[in-house]
């Protein structure tokens, strides 16, 4: 299997851990383990202390798939597979599909989301998303014109990924009444469901609105626990998910044990959890919004509707590459160009759900007065 580098995951290897300041992670500001312990309630503090660091079951600790299932209206525990989002993903897409088959995928997204599907042989087509004078949106027409004899399967991700759009329930149904009359998978990923900003506004679970709907969540985004390395799919479809779990069996087998403990504390705390980091984004907008305001004439922001990250554009005359190295190098402030995501127009990622996310602003305008100097 021949696969083309990992864009976004090779930047943030070279400048993640090397810089002072990042302007563009995607996830909450990580929970230490003192402070998930402190929310752990007696049963899951127990399941801790007496843990043993044996092999795990394959599909997922039954706890933590049960906790998991709690967060669905119609899916039960063995509706669930533990595994890191990134292994799930690659696993999702090796069971679905062959070579030769057509995938639709929303763009820009997680390189894997598509790139997967291309190194097993399939045919890609990017439904792209486009900014009017509203924000964001993708048009609904794009879908039946990509529409081929060899379509399996419909790769969404909402809340999108770097964009920050959220479709409405019409919008998310006719998505699901296209794939149910051609008889397609739809693979949803969803890491940064449970962060819309209105709550009104949160939408069903793909796998609850469709019998051949798969979605991808987990721990690393909403729960702020990239480190557990802790996700999931779970579908309606079990003769799907017992494919996955024989692909499984190729990758990690099983689960980390301390992980998945610590993923059921996270879980029966998800209140908790869930409003604290709502609570950061919610600053971070406030802190984005004044900036944006300030620096009006080199920015256009496009105010996100869910999740820790946006696509704000850069307006000057140079090239948006040209602004992020500048302030890597004067102000060590690591920024991803849309171009990481091989997306047009001058767009960068904007992550906000760190809690320094003031200061690196601050960064970044002490950069733009030294350039206008």
Request: charged share 20%.
């Amino acid at each position: 299997m021949q696969i083309s580098p990992f864009k976004l995951e090779r930047y943030f290897a070279q400048y993640e851990f090397k810089v002072k300041y990042l302007l563009s992670p995607s996830d909450c500001e990580s929970l230490s383990l003192g402070e998930l312990l402190q929310l752990a309630n007696p049963d899951s503090l127990a399941l801790w202390n007496e843990l043993k660091l044996g092999y795990t079951e394959s599909p997922g600790h039954p706890l933590l798939r049960a906790e998991i299932a709690r967060l669905y209206q119609h899916i039960a525990p063995d509706d669930v597979m533990i595994a890191a989002p990134e292994e799930a993903i690659f696993i999702a897409m090796h069971t679905l599909l062959k070579p030769g088959d057509h995938v639709i995928a929303v763009f820009p997204a997680y390189q894997s989301l598509y790139e997967i599907a291309r190194a097993i042989g399939c045919d890609v087509t990017a439904w792209t998303f486009e900014l009017g004078a509203a924000g964001w949106r993708l048009d609904l027409d794009q879908l039946e014109q990509s529409l081929t004899d060899h379509t399996r399967l419909l790769v969404l991700n909402f809340p999108h990924n770097p964009t920050g759009y959220l479709p409405s329930r019409r919008e998310l149904d006719a998505m699901i009444e296209f794939a149910r009359k051609h008889q397609l998978y739809v693979f949803c990923d969803e890491m940064y469901r449970l962060l819309e900003y209105d709550p009104s506004r949160r939408l069903p679970s793909l796998c609850d609105l469709y019998e051949k709907g798969i979605a991808l969540s987990g721990l690393s985004k909403a729960f702020a626990l990239p480190g557990l390395r802790i996700g999931w799919l779970a579908t309606q479809d079990r003769t799907l998910l017992e494919h996955c779990l024989a692909f499984k069996d190729y990758t990690t087998i099983c689960s980390s044990a301390p992980s998945e403990v610590l993923g059921i504390m996270a879980l029966r705390a998800k209140d908790m959890i869930l409003a604290r980091n709502l609570g950061i984004i919610q600053e971070n907008l406030k802190a984005a919004e004044q900036f944006f305001a300030e620096q009006g004439e080199r920015f256009a922001w496009i105010r996100p509707q869910a999740g820790s990250i946006a696509f704000p554009k850069w307006m000057a005359d140079t090239r948006v590459e040209q602004f992020c190295q500048g302030v890597l190098d004067q102000q060590g402030v690591m920024i991803v160009p849309g171009s990481i995501f091989d997306f047009p127009g001058n767009h960068f990622r904007l992550g906000l759900g760190r809690r320094n996310l003031a200061e690196v602003l601050q960064r970044v305008s002490d950069y733009l007065k030294r350039e206008n100097a």
